[in-house]
Structures are given as structure tokens and as C-alpha cells.
């Protein structure tokens, strides 16, 4: 199943990250808008969800001056123990420092 969200994340997650951003490169903090992203979409199905994203699966590349994508795979276990692995994609507007798109696949 694939989840979309095509609005910015509410200013209080994205406050929450940009402090504890300040000394990691620009990919993490990227990286890590990302992944809060996808976990909130996560959490609108299972609530209740443990989420863990590869780190060796994350990629960033360039979308022009002013957007990057982030790319990568993790996995969920719900609250009965099943386990679901997806992929994931985000745009990244790099300027406001929102993720202006991001998607996931369920795996299995």
C-alpha cells in the first residue's frame, strides 16, 4: 500500500529535529526529516508500531538547487508481532527545510 503525504510536517516535528540537527551534516538533517515523515504515515495505520529504518539503504541525491530526495528501506513490527518491511521516498525542500512529499511500499 502506498501512503502520500503532500503537506509540510507540523512545525513542532520539524522544531523538534532542526535543534538536534544544528551539528550533523545537511544529509542528515535531510535524512532525518525523511524518516519522521514516513514514520507519522506509518503511525496513521499502526499506531502502535516500532519502526526501524537501514541505515546502510539510505540514499540522498540532488533534485536541483533547492530539493534533494532521500530514498531507503525499513521495517515495522505491530503490537501482534508481524514484521513488514518497506521502502521509502521523500522530497526534501532544502530551503524551507520541509519534506514536501513522501511516500512507502509495503514489502511482504
Given amino acids: ?18 535543534s538536534a540537527a544544528v551539528a ?9 526529516l525523511c524518516q519522521e515523515a514516513v514514520k507519522a504515515q506509518v503511525k496513521l495505520e499502526h499506531d502502535k508500531a516500532s519502526l526501524h529504518f537501514g541505515d546502510k539503504d539510505v540514499t ?3 533534485n ?3 530539493q534533494v530526495a532521500v530514498s531507503g528501506k ?3 513490527e505491530r ?3 508481524t514484521k513488514k518491511h518497506f521502502k521509502y521516498n521523500c522530497t526534501v525542500d532544502t530551503a524551507a527545510g520541509r ?3 513522501a511516500t512507502f511500499d ?3
Fill in 1 to 18: 500500500m502506498n501512503r502520500v503525504l503532500k503537506a509540510a510536517l507540523p512545525a513542532l516535528a520539524i522544531t523538534a529535529f532542526a
Fill in 24 to 32: 550533523a551534516s545537511p544529509d542528515d538533517y535531510n535524512i532525518t
Fill in 60 to 62: 540522498v541525491t540532488s
Fill in 64 to 66: 536541483g538547487a533547492s
Fill in 74 to 76: 525499513g521495517n515495522f
Fill in 79 to 81: 503490537q501482534d508481532g
Fill in 99 to 101: 519534506v514536501v512529499n
Fill in 106 to 108: 509495503k514489502l511482504d
